[in-house]
C-alpha cells in the first residue's frame, strides 16, 4: 500500500498530546480547528489523545448495533454519542491511542485513510506485527481481527475524525457492540498479540515521523494552552 499524499514541499502543520479526554469536547475542538484552518487563523493540526469509554455511531450508523439499552451502557460508565464521521459504530477506552489530523485533502478521502493506515502498518511492523489495510472492510488487519478502526468526515475538503488503534484496550467495551456492523469480524489489540504495548502517548510521539514522511508535512509540537482553542480545551481539561 502506498501512501496517498504526493506534496510536492512539506507544509508546517501542528501536533499535540490531549492526554485522556472526554469524547464529546473533542467533536467541538475539532470543528474549531477546521473553522480556523477555513479562515487561515491556524496550521493543519493532528490531535492524538485517549478517550474515557464511549460508543460511537457514525452517519450511517444502525442502531440495531448497539447492543445494551444506552441506561445500561451509562451504568457501566459507557457514554454512547452520535457523531458526523463515516462508518457504523465503535467503542474508544483508556489503552486505544485515536489520532485526528485535521488536514486538507490533497486527494480523496480513501487517500487520506489510506495515508493514515500506511503509517499505522509501518510502526507495527517496527516492533514485528505483520497487519495490512484493507479496502472493502475500511481499518488495519491482524488475520481476521482489526486492531486500528477508521472514520472521516470532510467539509470545504478538510478532514476531522481519524483513527483509533488498540494497544491496551479493554477489549470486552467492543462486546456491547457490533464493530463496524461486520457480524464475522474479531477485534485485536497489541496487547492480545504480543502480551505488551506501549503507552499511548509513546506510541504517538513514534508515530509522527511516520506521519511526516507519509503526508508530506512537518508537524510540530504545540502545547494545548497556545493552540488558539482557549474555551473547548478548558471544557475538556475540566471534564477529564
Not at 457514554?79 to 485515536?98: E, I, K, N, W, Y
Request: glycine content about 10%.
Amino acid at each position: 500500500m502506498s501512501a496517498g499524499y504526493r506534496p510536492e514541499t512539506d507544509a508546517v502543520a501542528e501536533w499535540t498530546w490531549l492526554g485522556r479526554v472526554p469524547y464529546r469536547p473533542v467533536l467541538e475542538l475539532q470543528e474549531q480547528i477546521r473553522n480556523e484552518i477555513l479562515e487561515g487563523r491556524r496550521p493543519e493540526t493532528l490531535l492524538l489523545l485517549e478517550h474515557s469509554d464511549v460508543i460511537t455511531l457514525g452517519r450511517h450508523a444502525d442502531p440495531a448495533h448497539v447492543l445494551l439499552p444506552v441506561p445500561a451502557l451509562r451504568a457501566r460508565g459507557i457514554d454512547v454519542c452520535r457523531t458526523s464521521r463515516g462508518g457504523d459504530v465503535t467503542f474508544h477506552g483508556p489503552g486505544q491511542l485515536v489520532g485526528y489530523p485535521i488536514f486538507r485533502l490533497r486527494q480523496g478521502v480513501r487517500a487520506h485513510m489510506q495515508t493514515m493506515a500506511a503509517s499505522i502498518v509501518e510502526w507495527l511492523a517496527s516492533i514485528g506485527l505483520a497487519a495490512e489495510w484493507r479496502e472493502s472492510t475500511p481499518g488495519v488487519w491482524v488475520g481476521l481481527d482489526k486492531i486500528c478502526a477508521f472514520g472521516v468526515h470532510v467539509r470545504h475538503r478538510i478532514a476531522t475524525h481519524g483513527f483509533a488503534l488498540n494497544l491496551a484496550t479493554d477489549l470486552d467495551g467492543f462486546s456491547t457492540i457490533i464493530p463496524c456492523g461486520l457480524l464475522s469480524a474479531g477485534v485485536t489489540s497489541l496487547v492480545r498479540q504480543i502480551g505488551k504495548a506501549p503507552p499511548p502517548e509513546v506510541v504517538a510521539r513514534s508515530l509522527i515521523a511516520l506521519f511526516e514522511k507519509n503526508f508530506g508535512v512537518q508537524l510540530v509540537e504545540a502545547r494545548v494552552p497556545g493552540c488558539n482553542c482557549t474555551a473547548p480545551v478548558a471544557r475538556i481539561m475540566e471534564a477529564s
